[in-house]
């Protein structure tokens, strides 16, 4: 939190000098806010492809939140299942879905995203740090945000952070899709490293020529398998 103060007055008791101040201006940094719960997503994690690997030599997997890459082993809004950030409300939903298809999960790794509570709303030319609103749920959700929180047990990792654009659907992650991995640094997922480095990339016009849209922030959590 910042805070700008105004100097009132001053005053001499005995061999102390005591100064007086009013707040005038008080702002919450972005940087602080918290993230909330967005959901899960199983996910077939590729290896950097080709097109992607000149220059990233230290990059051994995409690990992005969209599905342009790494696709969705299981997709949420195939079952109108998606909630407001496009991810599942828990794992037992993909589960449930998947009944269905029978797809094999076996090399599938699980996801568990966290959402930063500003957007940016862009055109692909212009970013302002000025766009910052709170996060809205996209208008698609075929169910409302409630997602199950992590069990107590679950071994969780946190790789990165991933920022995605899209409207009524999740739809790229620039630092993959577009290959701005490339011009910006990223860690071994193809991710950002912190959450500074997420909102200072997509309010500085690093992404501008990507796609116009919302620009979302998510932490990217892989979850390890139980043993059974």
Request: charged share 25%; proline share 4%.
């Amino acid at each position: 939190m910042f805070a700008i103060v105004r100097f009132i007055h001053k005053a001499d008791i005995g061999d102390r000098n005591l100064f007086a101040f009013e707040i005038v201006d008080c702002e919450v940094s972005l940087y602080q806010m918290p993230m909330i719960s967005a959901g899960y997503l199983y996910k077939n994690v590729e290896q950097t492809p080709n097109w992607l690997k000149p220059g990233l030599d230290h990059v051994l997997e995409v690990c992005s939140a969209s599905s342009c890459v790494s696709e969705n082993t299981i997709s949420p809004d195939d079952g109108w299942k998606h909630n407001g950030f496009g991810f599942a409300n828990s794992e037992q939903v993909l589960i449930e879905l998947n009944k269905k298809n029978q797809v094999d999960l076996s090399e599938a790794r699980l996801f568990y995203y966290e959402a930063y509570e500003q957007e940016l709303d862009s055109d692909g030319r212009e970013f302002k740090k000025t766009s910052w609103r709170p996060v809205s749920p996209l208008p698609s959700a075929g169910v409302e945000t409630n997602v199950e929180e992590p069990i107590a047990s679950a071994r969780l990792e946190l790789l990165g952070y991933d920022v995605v654009n899209g409207e009524d659907y999740l739809f790229c992650s620039p630092l993959s899709c577009n290959s701005k991995a490339k011009e910006l640094l990223v860690n071994e997922h193809c991710l950002f490293d912190d959450l500074a480095s997420a909102i200072r990339t997509t309010e500085d016009g690093s992404f501008q020529g990507c796609s116009q849209g919302i620009y979302r922030i998510f932490s990217v959590h892989s979850v390890a398998k139980q043993k059974t």
